[in-house]
């Protein structure tokens, strides 16, 4: 079944799309100048630069064509009372597949002055990074095959670089589909913090944890405030998953394996744990490869162990951090 659905990744999330396209009710804008290549503007106002904000339906879909189709996404009340910011939730009965085949952003993308790094169901077609030739998540093009990733970017990228994609997972350019989404904007941010479930199963990964034996998951994380340049909501959607995320994983393995990386699992590990994120960024000089790469998980990790039946959990959540990084004002209700 797996290699089934790894094959049809491509060809669902590009069904995804195409159809959130033709919805005008979700501000997509297709762009102009890329020949039979199709790419497309979450954020919406191509011709102003794709500096638009975007709309809460568009940043589901665009969740949806992260995860090939095989993630659900969906919106739920605060869960706190005194933190009134809604939840992006996200599950998945096939996490290797969706996260990490799909979702996961590990290939970087760049050319004549643009960059982004690059996440959708396309990664297995290119198939460079280890961690999917470890786990058998490449798969060859053939000439029907359908390419669609998803970047995370304030600018479009030129003809030159949709070209080099192309090439580079081995389509023609008409088969090539790109969803675009600034970070301050709806859809960039929810796509980011609907990433709750990748981010445990990529720090997994570094602690060479079995991700094969992950079946379902389910994960939450706060809807940060839309920030009014990108690199605050770096910050904002970082700490978002740091902070506010907690993550339940079903698995199928022995206790020890789990017993193993428990201690270390979520962000709380972390030397860095405890300040908002732009301020450990800038204190790194914003070089994230300086940052104690614990820090990258959720803030809970909750571990179902179905072989035996225990549960684990670790870590914390912080609205504290969180309302000092999305500088919340609290005003007293005045109703009589």
Not at 169 to 185: E, G, H, I, P, Q
Request: charged share 15%.
């Amino acid at each position: 079944m797996t290699q089934s659905l790894l094959t049809q990744l491509n060809s669902a999330a590009t069904t995804i799309a195409t159809d959130a396209m033709r919805n005008p009710a979700l501000g997509i804008a297709l762009a102009d100048g890329y020949d039979e290549a199709r790419v497309l503007s979450f954020s919406g106002n191509c011709e102003s630069g794709h500096g638009g904000r975007g709309t809460i339906a568009a940043g589901l879909k665009l969740a949806e064509i992260c995860m090939g189709g095989l993630g659900q996404i969906s919106l739920s009340p605060a869960t706190c009372a005194d933190f009134r910011f809604p939840r992006v939730n996200v599950s998945t009965d096939h996490p290797l597949l969706a996260c990490m085949a799909a979702q996961y952003a590990g290939w970087p993308l760049a050319g004549e002055g643009f960059f982004a790094m690059c996440s959708g169901p396309a990664r297995a077609l290119r198939g460079q990074e280890k961690v999917l030739q470890q786990y058998g998540l490449v798969h060859a093009a053939t000439d029907s095959t359908e390419a669609i990733g998803v970047l995370e970017a304030n600018a479009l990228p030129s003809p030159a670089v949709v070209n080099d994609f192309a090439k580079q997972c081995s389509v023609d350019a008409k088969n090539v589909m790109l969803c675009v989404a600034r970070t301050a904007s709806l859809p960039g941010t929810i796509q980011v913090v609907a990433r709750s479930v990748e981010t445990a199963l990529h720090k997994l990964h570094e602690l060479d944890f079995d991700l094969s034996t992950i079946k379902s998951a389910f994960g939450s994380a706060p809807l940060p405030p839309i920030a009014k340049d990108d690199l605050t909501a770096l910050g904002w959607t970082n700490d978002a998953i740091l902070y506010g995320a907690t993550v339940n994983l079903f698995v199928d393995t022995t206790d020890e394996a789990i017993e193993k990386i428990m201690g270390v699992v979520s962000s709380f590990a972390s030397s860095d744990f405890g300040t908002p994120f732009l301020d450990i960024f800038n204190r790194y000089d914003k070089d994230f490869y300086k940052i104690d790469k614990l820090l990258f998980s959720p803030a809970q990790v909750v571990v179902n162990n179905w072989a035996t039946g225990r549960v684990f959990q670790v870590g914390e959540i912080r609205n504290d951090i969180l309302r000092q990084s999305y500088a919340v004002s609290q005003f007293c209700d005045q109703t009589v």
